[in-house]
């Protein structure tokens, strides 16, 4: 076991070292985790990094869960005409978890801003980060340099819990369920009155955040025993048990959720999924495996160096991540082995949790170690979230689709495109639902009805984009689908050759194309879609005309362009791509 704390240990030069003897960036480097100016000058880029990509991704839809415990969480919240109506909302199962927080803060939010912003949901649940670091920052103050934490926040702010990161209704039950419950145990540790009381209301909303949350009072108590503080322990157990007798009071399983016996049933498969859970910072299953097993080892290694009995508090930071890793594999072992980034804070805890634990091991560290650390986990950090870029790429970018589509002459949407939600009819109620009460509207496209001509020819241009993707005949009719990169918005017309000017082409429908916005980039294409009808005097004149039918498009602001057709030159000559 290292020696007790001494100035050395947190990385400060020994009294005997003449101060002239060590450079200015010695010296900063080993400034201790009291000074508290330092320890936010090491932070600042981590966390201004994190909220830099937080700003750039967010986006302000609902998206999965989001539909019911936020929209119609609120709805339903409003709707109560009773105070036991308004309660059971409050604490309506969610799966196994009650949301109680969560409901709260969207209700609140709703009511300060008068509508649902889900990026301020996010915002608020990515603050809990900010929490957890602060924690830390208070459990090692007297054992690591400001650096070393500095290190520490590198580890914990990268974009490896992407899922609960980018998801208004997971920031705050995922990430902040962690933080309640580390507080919880934190305050447990402490002598002063208040942070009783303080112990166990966050306890409370560690429970309000996430079904797991239960577990933060026992082991707040268990780390009031291993500190030898038995009269605390036994009021924070009669804290929990009743804590424990609300939740479970009127708790039902989840009946689409597979039975807990699996895991007893398939114990290699809930061994693995464990293991994955814990070692969830890394992005595939395979490394997860790896990257459980080895942290796995270092408790153990750390238990034998002494860490763990000088740090209770830590030991049941340790323990509730376990824990709550232990009951997400129980509960979800029936879905086989799966890589889930919403679990991946857990891992992230026990991460920076097992370096603070070996930088207590080892001190003191060379100013030059301490250095390299910093490097090393910046570093890491960086390539944690360059690795996940394509998943936050794809979940902001599906984030975004969601629109409101209005047809033209109305003002209130018709359809709505882009729902992320498995269950379509079950999200548009609910969005409808929210726009009526004037909770929550989403961005709304109000398209433009073309005008379409016939001609004997087409403009003069040499510009070509979008696609024909079939002109078909039928008996007199002539059919034309395709796509332009003309947005639906604008004032577009459609001039189509050869058609004689007696006859009338006509516009069908306005096509969804995801795949061109997709492929394009550009969300507004999610309308670039046509369809066309042309009636000819005879079927004749039809089938002749489709055998050479080209589209030309024009709007305010986009040069009069070709449609591309494959295999037919438009206008005979026109370049083609």
């Known amino acids: 076991m290292p020696p007790p704390h001494r100035a050395t240990d947190a990385g400060l030069p020994s009294p005997g070292t003449p101060h002239g003897s060590r450079s200015r960036l010695t010296q900063w480097i080993d400034r201790p985790g009291r000074d508290t100016p330092m320890v936010l000058a090491w932070i600042v880029a981590p966390v201004a990094f994190y909220f830099h990509l937080l700003a750039k991704f967010w986006f302000d839809a609902p998206i999965l869960d989001d539909y019911e415990t936020i929209l119609g969480s609120i709805v339903r919240l409003r709707a109560a005409d009773t105070a036991g109506a308004w309660l059971g909302e409050l604490f309506a199962l969610h799966n196994e978890h009650r949301i109680v ?51 520490a ?93 609300v939740f479970f009071a009127t708790y039902v399983p989840p009946s689409n959720h597979p039975s807990v016996l699996a895991a007893l049933t398939s114990p290699g498969v809930a061994v693995q999924l464990f293991l994955v859970i814990i070692g969830g910072i890394a992005p595939t299953v395979p490394t997860a495996l790896l990257v459980g097993a080895a942290l796995l080892v270092a408790g153990a290694a750390l238990w034998q160096r002494g860490f763990w009995q000088a740090h209770p508090v830590v030991t049941c930071w ?27 804070i857990y891992s992230t805890c026990l991460v920076v949790i ?59 949407p018709t359809q709505y495109l882009g729902i992320q939600f498995p269950y ?71 001039t189509l050759a050869p058609a004689p000017v007696e006859v009338a082409p006509r516009f069908d429908a306005i096509v969804v194309r995801e795949d061109v916005a997709r492929q394009s980039g550009n969300d507004e294409l999610v309308h670039a879609g046509f369809r066309i009808v042309i009636d000819y005097p005879s079927e004749q004149d039809a089938r002749q005309a489709a055998a050479f039918l080209c589209v030309a498009v024009s709007a305010p602001g986009i040069p009069d362009t070709l449609v591309f057709r494959p295999d037919v ?9």
């Open 153 to 245: 926040s590198f580890l914990l702010l990268q974009w490896s819990y992407s899922e609960a990161i980018l998801m208004a209704s997971a920031a705050l039950p995922n990430i902040g369920v962690v933080f309640f419950s580390f507080a919880a145990i934190f305050f447990a540790g402490r002598s002063t009155g208040w942070t009783l009381a303080a112990s166990i209301a966050c306890g409370v909303l560690a429970a309000g955040s996430q079904s797991n949350g239960v577990f933060a009072l026992p082991l707040a108590a268990l780390a009031c025993l291993l500190g030898g503080r038995r009269s605390r322990a036994a009021i924070l157990f009669g804290a929990a048990a009743a804590l424990w007798a």
């Open 569 to 577: 030159s438009c206008p005979p000559g026109a370049r083609q791509p």
């Open 424 to 494: 379509h009819p079950q999200a548009i109620d609910r969005l409808v639902e929210a726009e009526k009460a004037g909770i929550y509207r989403p961005r709304m496209r109000l398209l433009a009805l073309p005008a379409v001509r016939g001609a004997a020819n087409l403009p003069s241009t040499s510009r070509t984009s979008g696609h024909i993707d079939s002109v078909t005949p039928n008996g007199r009719r002539v059919t034309v689908s395709g796509w332009t990169d003309a947005s639906a918005v604008l004032s577009r017309t459609f």
């Open 318 to 344: 340790a323990l509730f991540i376990l824990v709550s890793a232990a009951a997400a594999t129980a509960a979800r072992t029936g879905f086989g082995v799966f890589h889930a980034s919403r679990y991946a």
């Open 354 to 412: 097992g370096f603070l634990g070996i930088y207590w091991a080892t001190r003191p560290w060379r100013a030059t170690t301490v250095l390299a650390a910093c490097l090393a986990c910046g570093a890491i950090s960086l390539a944690i979230t360059f690795v996940n870029r394509v998943e936050i790429a794809e979940r902001a970018y599906r984030g975004r689709q969601l629109v409101g589509v209005a047809s033209p002459g109305e003002t209130h």
């Open 101 to 151: 927080v969560m409901r709260l803060v969207a209700l609140g939010a709703d009511s300060l801003l008068g509508h649902t912003d889900f990026r301020l949901l996010m915002a608020v649940g990515n603050l809990t980060v900010i929490g957890l670091f602060a924690l830390f920052w208070a459990e090692f103050r007297d054992d690591a340099s400001a650096a070393v934490l500095g290190a």
